[in-house]
């Protein structure tokens, strides 16, 4: 393979490689945010929780209750649909993931290879000039020892 192909394809999997990083961050991001809004909906739920022990202290209706309740089933089964969420948002930069260190690995490959293409051309490139060095050398001590 001539040393701009493999230029190229180095080239190209540096491209997907920071394509793929972009991913994983906004993957990450993703999922980040929805553990904070999972945190904040348990902290709401904590909150309401203790609202509704503070106003059972005072007293309460039964439909004051009942609102109560159901309004903490809500939070619920909010709660829930967050962690679903999450769970989502896991698979996700699991798979994220898997394809940057498949990208990574596939630039690593091809950067190897650059680099054992510029050692083979820098040995020949040796080689041609050390070839060029002894070809100049027997020539002057040919035409030295022929000369009278």
Request: glycine share 2%; with cysteine; aromatic share 6%.
């Amino acid at each position: 393979m001539q040393r701009s192909q493999i230029k190229v394809l180095l080239d190209l999997a540096e491209a997907e490689l920071e394509s793929a990083t972009t991913h994983l961050g906004k993957m990450t991001k993703n999922r980040d945010q929805a553990i904070a809004q999972l945190d904040m909906l348990v902290q709401y739920q904590d909150d309401y929780k203790l609202r509704l022990q503070n106003t059972a202290q005072k007293g309460l209706s039964v439909a004051q209750f009942a609102n109560f309740q159901a309004f903490i089933n809500k939070l619920d089964q909010a709660i829930d649909g967050q962690k679903k969420i999450i769970l989502d948002a896991e698979y996700r930069v699991k798979a994220a993931t898997e394809q940057w260190q498949e990208c990574e690995k596939k630039r690593l490959i091809y950067q190897e290879l650059d680099k054992k293409e510029i050692e083979l051309q820098q040995q020949k490139e040796a080689k041609r000039e050390q070839k060029q060095t002894d070809e100049t050398a027997s020539r002057l001590l040919f035409y030295k020892r022929s000369q009278p």
